[in-house]
């Protein structure tokens, strides 16, 4: 379990690093009036360092090798968008790191690996929310529109 938490910590930090190479320096001049859980996340990654970056970065070639392997150019993943109900509004800090950590570990597959993604939401089960994600490799996203396209009609009959 440490390793997993290593790995996503991993994931997180590259995530932040490559948002603050990108956008601090807008968030810095117009500073943008962000809800508290974002506006922590923001602050966090305008401070992230690079010290450990090699690391994040073979994570992600890593993780796009492995994903590479599975799809190869003609396969599709399916997977939930989320692992988990959406939390309750006033949840503990440590529940919602811990939620907030298990999402990500999914929320951020694309994001990380440069694989496209389509999450499609299917309904809902006892009043909440329910959602497939789907992966395809690197450049492919014709091919995913496509087959989101062709299920499209069948979807939409359910």
Request: with cysteine.
């Amino acid at each position: 379990m440490k390793l997993y938490f290593d790995r996503f910590n991993n994931i997180i930090m590259k995530l932040r690093y490559e948002f603050k190479n990108n956008h601090s320096e807008w968030v810095l001049s117009v500073k943008p009036d962000l809800g508290p859980e974002i506006a922590e996340r923001v602050w966090k990654a305008l401070h992230t360092t690079d010290e450990k970056i090699d690391i994040c970065y073979s994570l992600k070639i890593e993780l796009r090798a492995a994903l590479n392997a599975l799809l190869g150019d003609s396969s599709i993943l399916a997977m939930p968008t989320v692992p988990d109900p959406p939390p309750k509004l006033q949840v503990e800090p440590t529940t919602r790191d811990t939620l907030n950590a298990r999402a990500f570990s999914l929320l951020s597959v694309a994001g990380v690996s440069g694989f496209c993604q389509v999450s499609i939401p299917l309904g809902t089960h006892d009043g909440l929310p329910i959602a497939v994600s789907l992966l395809a490799n690197h450049g492919l996203d014709g091919f995913l529109l496509n087959f989101v396209e062709s299920i499209d009609t069948t979807l939409k009959r359910q």
